[in-house]
């Protein structure tokens, strides 16, 4: 997989406390330019509304098609920013780092991602 040059970073407040810094650090001694999205965590954030904020963020910091997605977190963040991904330029590059046993058994293997939607659970989404 080519991971392209640019690569956001997507995480929630508690994760990112604990190791966004030194992902960041490492993937910049990679020689990508990198940059990151903080979304609160629960299940009541992975909506349209997050999704957009990834995209607003894509805007800002010139995300290409080649440009990567990293998750870092839990199924709400993976399945949010995965959808983001998927949509984004109609498919950007996804890599998954779980922090969460349900993440890491279903939402960075499944390749399934989705928001929830006001009636229901995971009624918008992607493969």
Partial sequence: MNLGKKILLVSNPQIFA?????VIASLQS???EV????????ERHKTLESVQKLYDSALENHLERSSTLVTLG?????????????????GINVV?????????????????????????KNL????
């Fill in 30 to 32: 990679s020689g990508f």
């Fill in 35 to 42: 940059s990151s999205e903080i979304i609160p965590a629960g």
């Fill in 74 to 90: 839990g199924g709400v963040i993976g399945d949010m920013a995965g959808f983001a991904a998927a949509t984004w330029l109609r």
């Fill in 124 to 127: 918008i989404g992607a493969f």
């Fill in 96 to 120: 998954q780092v779980p922090t969460s046993l349900l993440a890491m058994v279903d939402a960075a293997i499944g390749g399934k991602t989705g928001v929830n939607h006001p009636r229901g």
């Fill in 18 to 22: 604990h190791y966004g810094e030194q």
